[in-house]
């Protein structure tokens, strides 16, 4: 059996780089993709330093194109992917009031609509082989909302959203996607440790058996 490939499409450190440790300790390839070559490559060379056989491939998850070329590339160069990971999100601190209409729809475009680009650039093969799975990083202001973060708010709430639903229509494919709603600020030696998170996410994959972990 050929070596299992998990693409992660928002790489960055934290929760990204600790789920790449523990898939990748796992047997996994791991495939980084993100918008900054130059970082991209600064957590390719940290992974090799622990024994995880990673690759790169830039891409903007905003842009429904990009994401196509990217996973284009990742089945020629690495083979079809086995694990999806959609984990990129746009930070930015704005109340409703004052948040601007086209700031709204740009990171909109990365919050949500980069997670449909990337599971429709994986869910044809993933049919066609009846097997595969879908994970994706949510946020507790899906759940309780903060108005000083309007617009990750309503992001975190259309993933989930998009997850939940795309779990039901995938499930009679034998198909498994998995949420982790993370209900609080990622750092290493709290509660919100990312090694931990990355654990629920490895979980999740091997049981098969829950649609949404909420992390709090």
């Known amino acids: ?19 790449a ?14 918008r900054n070559p130059l970082s991209l490559e600064v957590l390719a060379s940290e992974l090799h ?10 891409a903007d998850a905003s842009k429904p194109d990009s994401i196509a070329e990217a996973f284009q590339h990742i089945r020629e160069q690495f083979g079809t992917p086995d694990v999806l990971l959609y984990n990129a999100a746009y930070i930015s601190r704005a109340a409703i009031s004052s948040l601007d209409e086209q700031q709204l729809i ?12 990337s599971v429709k650039a994986v869910i044809p093969a993933f049919r066609a082989r009846k097997e595969g799975t879908i994970l994706i990083t949510g946020g507790g202001l899906a759940l309780s909302p903060n108005p000083e973060y309007a617009s ?12 939940l639903s795309l779990a039901q229509e995938l499930q009679p494919d034998n198909i498994y996607v998995g949420t982790v709603t993370i209900s609080g600020y990622v750092a290493k030696g709290t509660a919100y440790d990312p090694d931990e998170i990355a654990n629920k996410y490895w979980e999740l994959y091997q049981r098969r058996d829950q649609t949404e972990f909420v992390y709090a």
């Open 1 to 19: 059996m050929s070596q299992q490939v998990l693409v992660i499409v928002g790489a960055g450190p934290g929760v990204s780089s600790a789920v």
């Open 21 to 34: 440790r523990k898939f990748g300790s796992n047997g996994f390839r791991v495939v980084l993709v993100a």
């Open 49 to 58: 330093d622990q024994s995880v056989e990673t690759y790169t491939v830039a």
């Open 106 to 117: 740009d990171e909109f475009k990365v919050n949500v609509v980069g997670a449909l680009s």
């Open 152 to 163: 990750l708010s309503i992001g975190k709430a259309g993933v989930r959203s998009l997850a």
